[in-house]
């Protein structure tokens, strides 16, 4: 009977202790002594009798190697509670703290739990890891239904692997991303020819380098008619480069449409002798009043270029003295003296054979001053002539 007695005393002593060391380590853990309450809880766990506290010391054990970067220990206590449904578990970050162990501890690991425990918050914290993002996560991530911005954040991961970063980017939905970003996606697929991502971020944002790349996309593809409808929307709105005002150009040439001549201004920086000429060529298409002042103001810097233009300004009237003058110099001018007689532009002739004394200069100008009805100057001029055959058929043919 004293040897039963006995037991039971010390047993209740045990007992009464076990569950001393259970609040002693409780309270200390709630007051910050961490290594007072590891103590003590450690202490209960060898004798622990009630299954319960057992597991709710598991659970402050796991919590306070974790927050001392225990990460060995910590994991071996999650390990026994995980999966238990205990109301005093927080089991959101419980998740959380898995992944903060693994990811610390065994990259592998790891991203097989991101894979099989998809998540927003694990997701976050695998991104800020330095494990790697393999594909199987990608295909992961992609697949999911987490937040468009934490999928973004893994594309913009992966910017030196353009190929997994595509898989996420073409199931990321735009809309909810800020403006920095879709940028920087935007770019990023461009440059790596993926334009359908480009063409996503173009949707929610526009910029001059945005717009001006968009611009020279739709023109690679030779969809002239598509270009200048986003050309003409945009001009007002965008600094539109000077490489896409020389695309409207060559569109509207390729469809046979006339253009603003001010877009040549624009296409070419420096005013030199392909501006000038394609400048001419659009005022003259487009039968602009500008056409003579253009043809004089810039005859000097490309006089052999308007020299050879000379025949079809004249034909279409776009001339005045001081382009006949500027034609003086053309080594057609003879011709050109010649166009003006059948157009009857006497003063024209004259202007331009001014000071040219050659027989056959004074031969054009005394038939000039016929035309006009001016025969005393014609004689003057023709007796000037050296040439007589030249004179005689100049008065036979006009008796």
Request: with cysteine; charged share 30%; proline share 1%.
């Amino acid at each position: 009977m004293f040897k039963i007695i006995t037991f039971l005393l010390l047993f209740t002593s045990m007992l009464y202790a076990g569950v001393e060391n259970y609040l002693i380590g409780l309270n200390a853990y709630k007051d910050g002594f961490d290594s007072i309450a590891e103590e003590n809880l450690q202490t209960y766990l060898k004798n622990a009798a009630d299954e319960e506290k057992a597991r709710f010391a598991k659970y402050i054990l796991y919590k306070i190697n974790l927050q001392n970067n225990n990460y060995g220990k910590a994991y071996e206590y999650l390990e026994q509670i995980e999966g238990i449904n205990d109301k005093r578990f927080d089991l959101t970050q419980m998740k959380i703290d898995k992944m903060k162990i693994l990811l610390n501890t065994d990259c592998s690991k790891a991203s097989d739990y991101l894979i099989n425990a998809i998540g927003g918050s694990i997701a976050s914290l695998y991104l800020k890891s330095n494990c790697p993002v393999n594909d199987r996560i990608v295909s992961r991530i992609s697949g999911s239904n987490i937040s468009d911005k934490i999928k973004a954040a893994y594309t913009i991961k992966l910017t030196d692997n353009p190929g997994l970063a595509y898989q996420i980017a073409k199931n990321t939905s735009f809309e909810q991303l800020d403006k920095n970003t879709i940028k920087y996606l935007g770019l990023l697929f461009y440059k790596n020819g993926r334009y359908d991502i480009f063409w996503k971020a173009y949707k929610y944002y526009k910029d001059d380098r945005f717009v001006n790349l968009a611009l020279n996309r739709i023109f690679e593809t030779g969809d002239y008619k598509g270009f200048l409808e986003s050309f003409v929307y945009n001009e007002p709105k965008f600094k539109i480069s000077g490489e896409n005002y020389c695309r409207a150009v060559k569109s509207r040439i390729e469809l046979g449409e006339n253009f603003n001549c001010s877009w040549i201004d624009k296409c070419y920086p420096e005013k030199n002798k392909e501006y000038i000429q394609s400048k001419f060529a659009c005022l003259l298409q487009n039968k602009s009043s500008k056409a003579k002042d253009f043809i004089n103001n810039n005859f000097e810097k490309e006089k052999e270029f308007f020299c050879k233009q000379s025949g079809n300004i004249i034909s279409e009237g776009y001339y005045n003295s001081e382009t006949i003058s500027g034609f003086r110099s053309c080594g057609n001018k003879y011709k050109l003296a010649e166009l003006l007689l059948r157009k009857k532009r006497t003063d024209d002739v004259l202007n331009l054979l001014k000071n040219d004394n050659s027989d056959k200069s004074l031969y054009i100008k005394a038939k000039a001053y016929i035309l006009a009805g001016d025969l005393e100057k014609a004689k003057q001029t023709a007796e000037k002539i050296n040439e007589q055959k030249l004179k005689n058929s100049l008065f036979k043919n006009n008796n």
